[in-house]
């Protein structure tokens, strides 16, 4: 069996109750507050309106939203991420009720959050960490343009009726703008791009919400409004299996459960590179557990199906977001202020709402960090650009798909030819050479070191490469890996070097590898061990050759020359 360092079950509930315990700390909780009001007030009409999309009642969206919130934000591997209804999920749960009926939808859900935990178990989310970083911006960029297309018309007071930006302007004639609602918009935009200039401190976004709710509160019944929203919460219950059409249902759920597992990977990948934010990295499989028992809690109350939403996740960080507490306190309010404080929540604008999501959209976008690559690697915003393009105009996953096709197109392009090097030593590195008549006296035939020196990437272009180098030659004692040169490596690389210790740990032998940066961080999250009697990850190949002395001395009297000694066959 080969040693795996990832995070297991033990690891994982004690960093968990380290976050516990970070939520109601007196440093961050005020901050946490205005995070989680905000984000609130944000995802409440979001949650309404995604589940009126999908075909569903209303409260549908705020009951998905409340119950899952609160168990991805307590057990998610992305501490920041808000879990919710989102906008990339609508066409296929339309789908699904469409062809199923709202109880099928309910059973999509429950399968869809069985399958996330079993991918979850099966260590699948670390794949999202192999995703270049190019395409992960263009995701984000993607996702702040469908955001501008559909919040635009919401700022200048047009009916729903009217739908998206692009529709829009396909119609031509002239658009009945609220002047009104604009105003408010506009209002709340100010504030969030003014106030952090003035005073950081200050809930910038809260701010803006509440002076423009105060002022809407003038205008006539004819600015939208949040309006009336469903009290209650439905007794928690297992959907029922009776009439469900299998064949149909399960390509339906399989669908599901990629689009919304990989939805969220790549929202948590996304919040991992926010300025400020870069220590939190995310654990991918515990992320994509916690939304698989998200995605369960929700169909027991009959809700629909949830995700990470980067838009939600992205709100409550720019409003002071620091710990879990922000997105369990999101969600806490999405049912208390409906059973509270209804009344109130009904009277915001929705202009003002859709001011809060232009502002977001635009810093999605990322303009500045797009401007910055252009001017260190040019090629790579053309996969910024057609990810963002494919994904707002087409299809998520079809976006993902270009990004990546094209990354590896360019890698191709670029890619520097492999070599490997290979020579045989002794312990202290000098050349080793066997004596003639080493055979008749009965010697061991393995050499003592073998040293195996890649150039290039390690990739999936280069298969085989160090199975051959090592089947050049009698299995050593001690293999050095030196991956010092290898400035990229991906899956299979990873798993070459783990094919190839197993190799000569088989034949008892030690294997010492020499990384470094994310290189050597990849092989010790694919499982390699830092230090084992048979396997070990340094460095540089001055720390290879004194480990081996020492573990050479330690394990194995040396013969005349500091070698093996003779072994008898």
């Known amino acids: 069996m080969l040693e795996q360092h990832s995070p297991g079950a033990a690891d994982r509930l004690r960093l968990l109750w380290q976050d516990w315990k970070q939520m109601v700390s007196p440093k961050t909780l005020g901050q946490d507050l205005s995070g989680a009001i905000t984000v609130a007030c944000v995802a409440l009409p979001l949650n309404l309106a995604l589940a009126v999309a999908s075909g569903l009642p209303a409260s549908v969206g705020l009951i998905s939203g409340a119950i899952a919130g609160v168990v991805a934000g307590l057990l998610g591997g992305a501490r920041l991420q808000v879990t919710g209804p ?22 999509a859900t429950l399968l869809c959050g069985l399958l996330q ?31 501008l297309n559909v919040q635009l018309p919401r700022l200048l ?59 809407g509160a003038l205008l006539g019944p004819e600015l939208a409004r ?31 459960a990629i689009l919304a597992s990989l939805g969220s990977l790549m929202s948590a990948s996304a919040i991992d590179q926010f300025p400020g934010f870069e220590k939190n990295q995310t654990d991918h499989d515990q992320e994509l557990m916690a939304q698989g028992m998200a995605n369960l809690a929700s169909s027991l109350f009959g809700g629909m199906p949830v995700m990470g939403a980067i838009v939600r996740s992205s709100v409550a960080i720019q409003a002071g977001a620091r710990t879990r507490a922000a997105t369990v306190l999101h969600a806490i309010l999405l049912l208390g202020v409906c059973l509270v404080a209804g009344q109130l929540v009904a009277r915001v604008p929705i202009a003002a709402l859709a001011g809060i999501l232009v502002v977001v959209g635009v810093r999605l976008l990322d303009l500045k960090g797009v401007r910055a690559l252009w001017e260190k690697e040019r090629p790579q915003v053309a996969v910024v650009a057609v990810t963002a393009s494919v994904i707002a105009s087409v299809d998520l996953l079809l976006g993902l798909g270009a990004g990546v096709a094209l990354s590896i197109g360019l890698v191709l392009m670029r890619r520097p030819r492999t070599e490997v090097q290979t020579r045989i030593l002794r312990l202290d590195g000098r050349p080793y050479f066997r004596s003639l008549g080493a055979a008749a006296a009965g010697q061991d035939d393995r050499p003592p070191l073998q040293r195996i020196r890649v150039r290039g990437p390690l990739d999936f272009l280069s298969p085989g490469v160090l199975n051959t180098a090592l089947a050049n030659h009698p299995s050593p004692r001690y293999l050095v890996l030196d991956l010092s040169a290898v400035p990229y490596m991906d899956a299979t690389g990873l798993q070459a070097v783990l094919d190839l210790r197993e190799s000569v740990v088989v034949r008892e032998g030690m294997v010492v590898v020499v990384a470094r940066n994310e290189v050597a961080k990849m092989i010790e999250q694919g499982g390699f061990p830092r230090n084992t009697p048979s396997a070990s990850l340094v ?22 020359h500091g070698e093996p000694p003779p072994v008898n066959a």
């Open 157 to 215: 007071g047009l009916p729903k009726s009217t739908g998206s930006l692009s529709s829009l302007l396909t119609q031509g004639g002239a658009l009945p703008v609220h002047w009104g609602g604009l105003a408010l918009g506009v209002l709340v935009i100010v504030c969030m791009v003014g106030l952090p200039r003035v005073q950081r401190r200050v809930p910038s976004v809260l701010v803006g919400l509440v002076v423009a709710t105060a002022i």
């Open 539 to 560: 460095p540089s190949y001055d720390e290879a050759l004194e480990h081996i002395a020492r573990s050479h001395k330690d394990t194995v009297p040396t013969g005349a």
């Open 117 to 147: 935990i079993m991918l979850g178990l099966m260590r699948v989310g670390r794949l999202a960490k192999l995703l270049p970083a190019p395409v992960v911006r263009g995701f984000m960029a993607g996702i702040g343009l469908i955001l």
């Open 86 to 107: 989102e906008a990339a999920l609508v066409p296929i749960v339309l789908l699904l009720v469409q062809r199923h009926g709202i109880e099928g939808m309910v059973v």
């Open 226 to 256: 949040v309006g009336s929203l469903p009290p209650g919460l439905p007794p928690p219950q297992l959907p029922s299996l009776e009439g469900v059409d299998w064949r149909a249902l399960l390509p339906d759920v399989l669908s599901l």
